[in-house]
């Protein structure tokens, strides 16, 4: 890893780049499942309040939006008293970017997932750990939240309207809020003080461990790929009671595997 980049607040675009410019899209179809009574779907009301953390990636000329957590039930927040705790969802929801229009129906994942790492590939959505309940949706107070070490690619068949998963070597151990770039055919993927690479096209070799970056573990963390190197900024790191929140950034170039 090359030592922390620096960077200059409030720096002005490079000559040559134009400032980018967002606009707002179909807002995400709400949860359908009413597996629980708190969670009133159905209701005059429900609409979408927001997912954490979800699956999100894209796979030709189509959005993938799944998994993701909240907290469903009416007026009830992290901090005030609920029955179910922070909810995981295993809808996944597409959207016809030519269109700009969402499927008439969502798709199921295989498990209730949010916060792990993806990757937008030309063969589909790569999910990388992540955590949630294997069984479906569920709530935190009624039951222990699992981390998990799966990897799999999401492809969507237009044609078919149908979405397909497959396996891919799983990492070397659970996690989630990873953070994970593409440089190449080459997967990066970052997750406390560990740095892995899958290369995509030899995926049975499964991931190997690259040397860490010179500074501390974190979680939530930003990787990118950027001019032949693979950034990984910021991130936060338990500590005491709340979180140190990281400002540095460090460069790995994979010519010289440092």
């Given at each position: 890893?090359?030592?922390?980049?620096?960077?200059?607040?409030?720096?002005?675009?490079?000559?040559?780049?134009a400032a980018p410019?967002?606009r707002e899209a179909?807002?995400?179809?709400?949860?359908?499942?009413?597996?629980?009574?708190?969670?009133?779907?159905?209701?005059?009301?429900?609409?979408?309040?927001?997912?954490?953390?979800?699956?999100?990636?894209?796979?030709?000329?189509?959005?993938?939006?799944?998994?993701?957590?909240?907290?469903?039930?009416?007026?009830?927040?992290?901090?005030?008293?609920?029955?179910?705790?922070?909810?995981?969802?295993?809808?996944?929801?597409?959207?016809?970017?030519?269109?700009?229009?969402?499927?008439?129906?969502?798709?199921?994942?295989?498990?209730?997932?949010?916060?792990?790492?993806?990757?937008?590939?030309?063969?589909?959505?790569?999910?990388?750990?992540?955590?949630?309940?294997?069984?479906?949706?569920?709530?935190?107070?009624?039951?222990?939240?699992?981390?998990?070490?799966?990897?799999?690619?999401?492809?969507?068949?237009?044609?078919?309207?149908?979405?397909?998963?497959?396996?891919?070597?799983?990492?070397?151990?659970?996690?989630?809020?990873?953070?994970?770039?593409?440089?190449?055919?080459?997967?990066?993927?970052?997750?406390?003080?560990?740095?892995?690479?899958?290369?995509?096209?030899?995926?049975?070799?499964?991931?190997?461990?690259?040397?860490?970056?010179?500074?501390?573990?974190?979680?939530?963390?930003?990787?990118?790929?950027?001019?032949?190197?693979?950034?990984?900024?910021?991130?936060?790191?338990?500590?005491?009671?709340?979180?140190?929140?990281?400002t540095d950034a460090?460069?790995?170039?994979?010519?010289?595997?440092?």
């Open positions: 890893m090359h030592p922390p980049l620096t960077t200059r607040p409030g720096a002005a675009p490079r000559p040559g780049f410019v967002w179909p807002a995400i179809p709400a949860n359908t499942l009413r597996w629980n009574p708190a969670i009133p779907v159905g209701a005059p009301y429900w609409r979408q309040i927001g997912l954490a953390g979800p699956l999100v990636g894209v796979h030709g000329d189509h959005l993938l939006v799944g998994g993701g957590a909240n907290f469903p039930e009416p007026g009830r927040t992290a901090n005030e008293p609920n029955t179910l705790g922070k909810v995981f969802w295993n809808e996944l929801f597409v959207l016809d970017l030519a269109r700009e229009t969402w499927l008439a129906r969502p798709f199921a994942l295989d498990r209730a997932l949010a916060y792990a790492a993806t990757l937008s590939l030309p063969e589909g959505v790569l999910v990388i750990g992540g955590e949630g309940f294997a069984g479906g949706p569920n709530g935190t107070r009624l039951g222990p939240l699992e981390k998990f070490a799966d990897v799999s690619l999401l492809s969507f068949d237009p044609a078919r309207a149908a979405l397909a998963c497959t396996e891919y070597p799983a990492l070397p151990a659970a996690s989630s809020y990873g953070a994970a770039a593409l440089l190449g055919r080459t997967a990066y993927y970052q997750t406390g003080g560990d740095f892995l690479a899958l290369d995509l096209d030899r995926p049975g070799e499964g991931w190997r461990v690259l040397p860490s970056w010179p500074g501390a573990p974190r979680d939530a963390a930003v990787a990118a790929a950027v001019g032949g190197r693979i950034v990984i900024a910021t991130g936060q790191t338990r500590a005491g009671e709340g979180w140190h929140i990281h460090f460069a790995y170039d994979p010519a010289r595997a440092t």
